[in-house]
């Protein structure tokens, strides 16, 4: 009936549909990216997935292996590395002026899901709540920043029976010795929305909030020279034009072109589902978690 109204194709199963297209994008419920994935790696057709991979991390690691054994390109579609404060702090550091960074905190926090008897979001079974839907976002952003996670610390209200209100407080510990601090919430007033981020290293700190009008500021150290001064900036990144779901979505055709990789990995996409396990598994548990022997 849909397709009658819109002017659409209906097919029998998915097997029907990706046979008929050149690239499969998934944006079903995350029970459901499996199923999809796979159904597209079978057909030979390049494929983008909504974040998180997987609800399971076995689950992720079955679609990354199918895809690779059919030789078609998964993306993940995880978006904040899109957004361009984000992207933009990312380039800061990697350009080597701010030195190393030593401590990333975010923020990311809104109301609940509504229809809380009918949406699929609250059922933790099936999102693996505020944290594997809302928090991998930061969590796959400081990994971008800062490397490989070893260790994870959570608190929060997922299993405290708060629903539909949830929020995390994520501790993360990297390699590199450098700490995250991620907050998650689906607990703030109905209608709002809070983004955030610092990124301080040893030679100054970046710093966004959506709340405030400058979208990004950069404070650098002053120098070891007399009478020198730091100096803070802002910078407007943004332009009317930009979308970061358009970006990403450019960016994987782009990739496919010019074969070069892309800019989130399904390695990327992995350790982003592993470490929002982890930090579940802490939660649970009232205990830090080590990556390194961490089984989900």
Avoid at 72 to 92: D, E, T
Avoid at 174 to 194: C, D, L
Wanted: hydrophobic share 45%; with cysteine.
């Amino acid at each position: 009936k849909a397709a009658q109204e819109c002017g659409g194709q209906a097919c029998s199963g998915l097997a029907e549909l990706v046979d008929q297209v050149d690239v499969v994008d998934v944006c079903t419920p995350t029970p459901f990216h499996k199923e999809a994935v796979l159904a597209a790696a079978a057909a030979g057709k390049h494929v983008v997935c909504e974040k998180p991979l997987a609800r399971h991390l076995a689950d992720a690691e079955q679609m990354v292996a199918a895809c690779e054994a059919a030789g078609v390109r998964l993306f993940v579609a995880h978006v904040v590395r899109f957004f361009r404060q984000f992207s933009q702090a990312k380039a800061l550091l990697d350009a080597g002026t701010l030195g190393r960074p030593g401590v990333i905190r975010t923020v990311r926090g809104g109301s609940a899901p509504s229809a809380p008897d009918r949406c699929w979001f609250l059922d933790f079974a099936h999102s693996g709540g505020v944290i594997m839907d809302l928090s991998i976002h930061d969590i796959d952003f400081a990994r971008w920043c800062c490397g490989d996670v070893e260790r994870v610390f959570a608190r929060g209200l997922t299993f405290a029976d708060t629903r539909p209100n949830d929020h995390a407080l994520i501790v993360l510990r990297f390699k590199n010795g450098a700490i995250g601090h991620i907050e998650g919430s689906w607990a703030f007033p109905a209608g709002a929305f809070h983004t955030a981020f610092e990124i301080a290293t040893d030679q100054g700190m970046i710093e966004y909030d959506s709340l405030n009008p400058a979208p990004l500021t950069v404070t650098v150290k002053p120098t070891d020279a007399p009478q020198a001064a730091g100096h803070t900036q802002s910078l407007s990144p943004l332009a009317e034009w930009d979308d970061p779901y358009y970006q990403e979505l450019a960016h994987f055709l782009d990739c496919l072109d010019s074969g070069e990789e892309f800019r989130v990995t399904a390695h990327d996409a992995l350790e982003a589902v592993r470490v929002s396990l982890a930090a579940i598994e802490s939660m649970r548990t009232g205990q830090p978690v080590e990556l390194d022997t961490f089984t989900a």
